[in-house]
């Protein structure tokens, strides 16, 4: 799966994470600024909120897979925290059967209603919708991950997970000018 960014926009990518890292602060200790965007993409400090461990120091940091596919990693204290990933991919693709594998491995995936496919797992969610860009037809998948220890409450994980995954693609598909 490939993410095809605007021209310019890896550079955005960079800027933002690079100020998300930067901007983040200690208002007292152990807690850092919540941002409302993560590597560029807005997604709103009530969507990102749950999915975040206490911490003094938060980092992002928007990684170029090559290919145009991109990932976010977020750091709380240098620890992974939760890693993002979008890709454009063709309209015919089935995005839950490419990833079958890593959505069993986040646990337990299951059906929402986000997108035209959504599902959310004990450690992940994973959406996909249609993009019409520049002409052509395509599809915008986004996977969210929480890796490492996870609270005990796994019900309410998975709703966080499903409420940040359903405010994660429409951004994203914003941001890369999907049209209806």
Known sequence: MTLRLPKGRRGTLAAAGLALL???GCSQPSSYAMPDQVCGISVGTDALRPLLPSGERLGAEPVDLGGGSSV???SVDKKPALYLK????P???D??????RELDR???PAAIDVGDQGRVADSGALAADHCRR????????VEAHVPGDLSEDVPQRREDLS???GTYLPAVQKSLGCAG
């Open 134 to 141: 520049q002409g052509e037809d395509r599809k915008v998948v």
């Open 22 to 24: 930067t901007a983040a």
């Open 72 to 74: 976010c990693k977020v």
């Open 163 to 165: 409420r940040f995954i």
């Open 106 to 108: 986040y646990g337990h």
């Open 95 to 100: 995005p839950v059967q490419v990833r079958r």
């Open 86 to 89: 979008a890709d454009l991919v």
């Open 91 to 93: 309209s015919d693709t």
